[in-house]
């Protein structure tokens, strides 16, 4: 990982961000008011409940949204400003540039079509190569995300690979070009908790290896917790907390990450223990546009609204704290922290008294610091 200094500029920069669809139920404000920053070589966790706009922030800033969505507010890569760009030139860029890997190979994958001509197309159009060196590079590719026999495994069909075999085959046509940025959004969700933590440990590798910048999106907050540098929290189409990953757990935690976290299965709780979870609903993308605070005010009851409910019955915590961020950094924070938070009695419903500008300060921090 390069160290963040003032002559890396961000990779990706993302300020002030909305979309707005009309749809015949009215105008779908999707995103409000987004912004984040992945520097080179550094990785990014965006974390949220389903429908918090994770997935279509991507989709705004890869050029991939319904023709009348309307967008404000600015998105760079590479220091090209992407919103002044034509689509064409725009998909060229990004389509070489970057690399994303989606939650389910099989929408992604021809299903009558091998894996070889698969990855092969993909080699040619994008790098204009023969058929003989695309096959050599997909080999390659499959070898470095642990596919055994990959010579041989060209000639297969995606139903002949399991499904975390699968998110490795899309990882190695996602780094197909040698992309600056990789994009896991929800990628190993859909697979078996120990071939999660398999796929993630890939990814990571490989982006360090690389020195890729990474952007790892999940509704999961111990997918992201061990394996990020920044973090951001989306809520109802906003950022509701952008921090270091090293001072997400850090009091004052955010009233919503630390619900998130608490939504974790710890280590030192016993199989089948009751996690707390968010109680009622997240906001519309139907809701009116409000300024930050009116939106803090309204949101704070759902976020200090922990209540015991069975989030995973079946899962023996052991079992779900291995998918995650393992025994690694992250969750050691996550315990520690929430352990400490008790101690010193922060977790006992102080956070509803938690005033806006506290809430607020490490983001305007960081933004007085990068001088914005
Ligand atoms: N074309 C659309 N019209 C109306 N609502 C939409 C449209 N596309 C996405 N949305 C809504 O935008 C919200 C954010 O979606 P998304 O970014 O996919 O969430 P996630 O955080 O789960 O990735 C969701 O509530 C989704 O229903
Ligand atoms: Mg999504």
Redesign the pocket.
């Given at each position: 990982m390069i160290p963040r200094t003032e002559h890396t500029p961000d990779l990706v920069s993302i300020k002030g961000l909305s979309v707005d669809?009309d749809?015949p139920e009215g105008t779908?404000h999707?995103l409000r008011n987004v912004s984040m920053d992945v520097p080179r070589g550094q990785t990014l966790g965006i974390v949220?409940?389903?429908?918090?706009?994770?997935?279509?922030?991507l989709?705004t800033m890869l050029g991939l949204l319904?023709a009348d969505?309307r967008v404000r507010g600015g998105m760079w890569f590479d220091g090209e400003d992407l919103t002044a760009m034509a689509p064409e030139p725009r998909r060229k860029l990004l389509g070489r540039r970057v690399g994303v890997v989606f939650q389910n190979p099989m929408t992604s994958l021809n299903p009558v079509v091998t894996i070889g001509r698969q990855m092969g197309e993909a080699v040619r159009f994008h790098l204009g190569y023969s058929k003989a060196q695309a096959r050599e590079l997909s080999i390659q590719l499959l070898e470095q995300v642990g596919i055994a026999n990959a010579a041989n495994r060209l000639r297969d069909y995606p139903h002949q690979f399991s499904g975390g075999m699968r998110q490795r085959v899309m990882i190695a046509m996602a780094l197909t070009c040698s992309p600056d940025l990789i994009i896991a959004?929800?990628a190993t969700t859909a697979l078996d908790v120990t071939i999660q933590k398999g796929i993630l440990d890939l990814l990571q590798e490989i982006q360090r290896e690389r020195n890729m910048a990474m952007i790892i999106?999940s509704?999961d907050l111990s997918v992201v917790a061990g394996r990020t540098d920044d973090v951001v929290v989306?809520y109802g189409?906003r950022v509701v907390d952008r921090r270091p990953t090293a001072r997400l757990f850090a009091p004052p935690m955010h009233p919503y990450t630390r619900a998130l976290s608490m939504a974790i299965p710890r280590l030192d709780m016993p199989a089948h223990t009751r996690l707390p979870a968010l109680g009622g609903r997240p906001p519309?993308?139907y809701d009116p546009l409000l300024t930050e605070e009116e939106a803090d005010a309204r949101d704070m009851d759902r976020w200090s609204s922990v209540s015991e409910t069975i989030v995973d019955d079946s899962a023996s915590a052991p079992d779900v704290v291995a998918a995650g961020a393992g025994p690694t950094a992250g969750e050691q924070v996550i315990v520690g922290t929430l352990a400490a938070e008790q101690e010193a009695g922060v977790a006992e419903g102080g956070d509803a008294e938690v005033a806006h500008d506290t809430l607020y300060a490490p983001m305007a921090r960081e933004d007085e610091e990068a001088g914005r």
């Open positions: 669809i749809t779908a999707i949220g409940e389903s429908g918090s706009g994770k997935s279509m922030t989709r319904p969505a959004d929800e999106v509704h989306m189409g519309s993308v």
